[in-house]
């Protein structure tokens, strides 16, 4: 009668041993972070993501793993933030416009002619006004890690684009920005929303005829290529905002946490550092090409655009800030 019992208990042991090894095992398993993003390896962008994956492959060797997909390899524009807010992935970087649906404050980067330059784009991200539109979306379930430079934005066209009139009648492609919509249309333009991996194929085909980007994006995707007219007017800065899922980062161990945040200021610091001469070995490059005509706006040139597109900030200051655009405009200022 004693033997039933004794195989009962072996069995009971031999059960629990084996679930305790299978704990043992996945708590021992990294933590996942799937870092997605829409552009290729050799853009600001692209070169963070890896150089982030990099130094926590050095440093959190079989506590994390980071496994980067560039170039919508994984998720396009559409579903980026939806495999967010599920934690399907962990990292993204998208342009501010992208999180228009999460806060009305990251509307201050599409403004046209805002910032004289990268300096000064930097000088604002790094304010306490800057900091703060990083925790804009945790209401919503998005923390804000650190804003990412990737270079001022330059206009493309099948037309030279000298004069604010213009742009009259032209199909510009937008990022999913209303301000960027509204501003399009203050020049008479017709604003056309477009994910970007659609970019090369909607100018090839005249869907859009003009469209706008950093010189490395530009480059990267060859949209140079098929546009008769590149102007350098520098007209708004490109930059990324690098998110996470907010129960994701809660969810860490506080020392993962600090050092990845230790990390991603690292990055952050490389990626703004990097941004300019990625984008000027972009412009030469594509100088280089011939395929396009060079034009460069003069500085009374953009006062005349920054006039045309001023007035289609009205509607939105409100929701921005008026003390954040204040404070926006004073970083042209200071040195």
Known sequence: MKYPSVRRALLSLATGIALFGAVAAQAADPILIKFSHITADNTPKGQGALLFKKLVDERLSGKVEVQVYANSSLYGDGKEMEALMLNEVQMLAPAPSKLEQYTKQLQLFDMM???????????????????????????????????????????????????????????????????????????RAVPRKMSFAEIYQGLQTGVVNAQDNPWSNIYSQKFFEVQKYMIESDHAIGNYVLITNTKFWNSLPADIRSQLEEIVAEVTTEVNKQAADVNEKAKQAIIASGKVEMIKLTPEQRDAWRDAVRPAWKKFEANIGADVIEAAQAANQAQ
């Not at 703060?132 to 998005?142: N, P, T, V």
Request: net charge positive.
């Open 113 to 187: 002619f805002l910032f004289n330059d990268m300096a000064a784009a930097q000088r604002f991200q790094n304010s306490d006004k800057g900091k703060a539109m990083l925790k804009s979306m945790e209401d919503k379930g998005i923390t804000g890690l650190a804003f990412w430079l990737n270079g001022m934005r330059q206009l493309t066209a099948n037309k030279p684009l000298i004069k604010p009139s213009d742009a009259r009648g032209l199909k510009f492609r937008v990022q999913p920005s209303d301000l960027q919509a509204a501003q399009y249309s203050a020049l």
